[in-house]
Every structure is written in C-alpha cells, then in structure tokens.
C-alpha cells in the first residue's frame, strides 16, 4: 500500500499544470511563497547585511525490488540559515558569519529497507533538530586569501565538482570512502565539526585548499554519532586532528570557443586509531572463535584522491569562463579515491557522470544527468569473510564492491522550486553482506531498484 501511494504522489506531481511554470530565471520563492510586506521586510534586512535564508527538501522513495525488504518512506529536511556582513554590520573589513540549523524528520530508506554503503539520499539522517554550520569567514587582498573558523563541514569543498551536485544520492555528495572510512562518517551532512579552512590564489588558475578538523565527530565511537552528538553541539576540540588538502588546476581546452575543466588532486590523514579489518590485537583472525573477537588498533590513516571535471559542449553563444553546472551545455566528471586495506573497509572510490543543462527547448533551466559509483570492499575485509566461511563451515557470502547507477532530471516549476524524479539501482548493498531477514546467513541482500521523488523549496 504505501508504494503504490508513493507511485501515486509521484505520477500526480509530474502530471500537475505547474510543470509548464518554470521561468528564465533561477531566482528564490520569495515573489510567490510570501506577502510582499514579508518579501520587503526580508530584502531591507540584506541590505543592512543581514540575509536570512530557508530551504524545505522533501523525499519520496520506494524500494521497489530488492534490498532487505520492499518499502516506501517521506521524509524532509528545513535548514534556516543566516549570513551576516560584518563590514556592515561592525565595520570589520572582509568578514562574514555564517550559520544554519536543520530540522530532519522522517527515517530513511538505506537503513531500513536496502542496507547499502552509499546513503539513498543526500538528506538522510536521524530525526534531530541540530546546529549544523557556524563560523566566521575572513578574506585578505581581494579575496586572494580566505580563511573560516568554526563549526564546518568539508564536503561542499573537498573531493567536490559541480557536475555532481545534480545527483540524489549521498556519495556523489560526501563519497563512500569517507562516510565509511573516517570516524563518525568525518565532517559532512548532517554532523559538522569545530576546524580551520584556508583557501588561497595561488596563480592564474591555481587555487590551493587545506583544512584541519577535529578527528572525531562524536564523543564514542561505539554508538551511532548522530544519537551521540545529537544537536550538533558537542563542540569537540582534543581528539586526534584530521587534515585534508588539494590543488584545484582551471584549464580551457582550445576546442571551437574553449571548453574550461579543473583537475583536482589531493589527499587526507588521520592522527587518530581505526579498527584492524582482519586481525585482533594477538594477531589471530577477528572470526577466529579461540580470539578474543575484537579487532586490533592501527594507529594513523590517510587516503589520496583526485577529482576531473570537464565541459564536453556549450553552445555558441554561451562563453563564460569556468565549469558551470547552471551554464546551458554538458559537463561530465569523475572521482577516485584509495586507503590502505587493513584499517579500511573501502580501498578503492571511483565514480563519474554525465550532466546536460539548458538543452530543452522551452526548459532553459531543467537538467538531466546519469551517475555510476563503484565502492570495493578491501582485501582485509574479503579475508574476513574468507576466514569467517573456513571457521563457521558455511559458505556465508563474502563482500565484493557496492555499485550504484543513478538516472535523474531536474524540474524547474518556479522560481526557487525544484522537482528531481529520480531512478537508482544498487548493486550488491553492503559489499553482499548476509541479509538479515534470512535466519541462516548464507543469502546476501539482493541488489534493489529505488525509484523517488525530491521536492525543494529555496528562499
């Protein structure tokens, strides 16, 4: 029942008349979501450098086919945000504040359903109202320099290209390899931690990213971190730092009026302790019955990635400079990441895409765009399940990768309303781990077919 309601919200939305409302122009939902009196009240405040923001995101999805068990879910996020000029404000050259809260509700599919790596949707997190981001951002010699300090998240910076961003699903956000690999999922939606980040022009072209965080999200690494930091206000300082950095190169490729890309190159490393994936600390298999069962500590873990992106064609009379996703055209991209085997469950990242924008007629602002991401689970974690078949004498499943496939398109109804009709296909969730509605543990959860609907609404 509730996915044939799913499938019917879903049919009677892309059906409404408001389909054919999009305008030229990508603007707020101020004009048509509030009175004019609030609209004015809210335009005067930005002026006197305060501006306010909102953004609904809502999801419908089914597990059509698949995963642990068949299902269909709503839920949302509203993050309230306020940005603040501090020039107007006090007078201080350069700075600005920033800081956003989220209010989540609902459960989400992957936990509940699938049991899948790479979270269905961007927006998925534990029920919470939490304090996300807060920090002061600070500019030197004409932006050449800029510098935040605060509560933050890395992923709109770090491993990040703008092709991506048109896609749902959590890995094409903040990938796999470190929602999986770092401590509480590292710094990344819906938990941000207290760092510095510092960006700096360092030529024509060439822009340098480097960021210290703390290590550690939450308070207990044995618990689930969005229960343990529960409203973002742990503010953790004396766990072992995590940094990240990476060199952005903005090229223009000499093809008909020039095709701009950027090659990204960069790596991370961990000061703190991860879990052995084989072995426990007396050096015997962690399925071994006559070990103690508790993976060993491996100290330090560090990781190198790099990210491509790349105008395949824009039409003759766009010519602005740099990749854009909201420039009429195509763009396509691709990511890989690598971590050493033993204290990682993933090894090896990859993913890529295909964008194409502004290439409707009639639709100037829609876009559409096919995703793939490949996440291997690492040879210690295959070992373990090598190990856990020869001392059980079952041949449970043994982790391989998790694939995922992503189709979407992107409805523009009006000004700052969105629709994305979206279609996934999951891979061996997990790896294949054993599905645990099977008593016996010698089936694993089948891939799944996800089909959703999200609906956002920017002011």
Known sequence: MRIASAALVLIATLLSPSWALAGAKDESAAEWLFPKAFNDWHDSLAKQGVALGATYAADNIVNAWGGIKPGAIHFGRLDLSVDADLEKIAGWTGAKFHADTLWIYGRGLTRNYIGNLATISEIEARPDIRLYEAYIEQTFWGGALDIKVGQQAADAEFFDSQTDDLFV????GWPAIKATNLPAGGPAPPIAVPGVRVKAQLAEGVTAFAAIFNGRSAP??????????????????????????QVRYDYTLPIAQGLPGNLTPGAWYHFGEFNDQRFTADGLSIADPSGSGVAGKLARNFGIFAVIEQTLYRPPSVTEKGVSASLPGITAFARIAYSP??????????????????????RPLDRFGVGVAYMRISHDARQLDLDAQYFSGQATPVRTFEGLIELIYELHIKPGWRLEPYFQYVLRPSGGVSNPSDPSGLTRIRDAVVVGLTSEIKY
């Open 169 to 172: 699903n959590g890995t094409f």
């Open 220 to 245: 207990d690494e044995t618990g689930d971190p969005q229960l343990l930091d529960n409203h973002g206000l742990a503010w953790r300082l004396r766990d072992p730092p995590w940094i990240i950095g």
């Open 341 to 362: 085997p033993d204290r990682n469950l993933i090894d090896l990242y990859a993913d890529g895409g295909i964008g194409f924008a502004g290439l409707i007629p009639g």
